[in-house]
């Protein structure tokens, strides 16, 4: 089954202990990217990747960091949270190292920062 | 960078009317424009998609328009259905990169 998953789902931690957020998809797609969700804010992009060892800054990238060492996997880590990373994060990925087309969406990873 | 802005933030329609939402861009240089349906605690999915070399798309009941001259785009679903109560977002990405900005949403409420 096509998919991109998220782990994990939920996380609550304090501030300043390093954590990371993992994304895996299994359609061989280049194209991966990061956004949080915040009530009446929508969807912010906050680091994408075109592809293996590629990668580039959305709008909000302070305060995280990005890898794309495989294909498959993007992981998001926050090295020192803070509760304004309090969130709703969403990995997603698409084909053709292109925004400009279809993105699946993981299921979300709900963070709260204490 | 682009910003997207999204109007309304609310709509509330009777089953069977039209719904329709509006949004605008900042960057002249936007040319792929998908908008995204989030059902309550579901992950965003495309429902449709339009790209700066057309002006109007249609799948069923849901239509695109896209005005490239007042930079400009909109969402109309007719014959509103209950299952189409959910949040709305529209995007925008420039040519020049691989940014994909979104607007703040549209909570759709389809009344029985």
């Known amino acids: 089954e096509a998919q991109v998953t998220q782990n994990p789902r939920y996380l609550i931690t304090v501030t300043g202990k390093k954590l990371t957020v993992t994304c895996s998809q299994n359609m061989n797609h280049e194209y991966m990217s990061w956004y949080r969700q915040d009530p009446g804010l929508g969807l912010r992009q906050i680091y994408y990747s075109m592809n293996v060892e590629v990668t580039d800054k959305g709008d909000v990238p302070e305060g995280y960091k990005v890898s794309r060492k495989e294909k498959r996997n993007f992981p998001l880590i926050l090295e020192s949270p803070s509760p304004n990373q309090t969130s709703l994060y969403f990995c997603?990925?698409?084909?053709?190292?292109?925004?400009?087309?279809?993105?699946?969406f993981g299921p979300g990873t709900r963070l709260l920062v204490l | 960078g682009e910003n997207v802005e999204q109007h309304p933030s609310t709509l509330s329609v009777q089953e069977g009317d039209s719904a329709v939402i509006k949004c605008t861009y900042s960057d002249s240089a936007s040319n792929y424009f998908p908008w995204y349906k989030q059902e309550l605690g579901k992950r965003p999915q495309l429902i449709i998609d339009i790209r700066s070399n057309v002006g109007e798309k249609k799948d069923q009941r849901i239509a695109v328009t896209l005005n490239k001259t007042a930079k400009h785009f909109s969402l109309h679903i007719t014959e509103t259905q209950p299952e189409d109560s959910a949040v709305y977002f529209c995007a925008a990405s420039p040519l020049r990169d691989y940014k994909l900005s979104f607007g703040a949403g549209t909570t759709v409420t389809v009344r029985a």
């Open positions: 997603a990925s698409s084909g053709q190292h292109l925004p400009r087309e279809t993105q699946y």
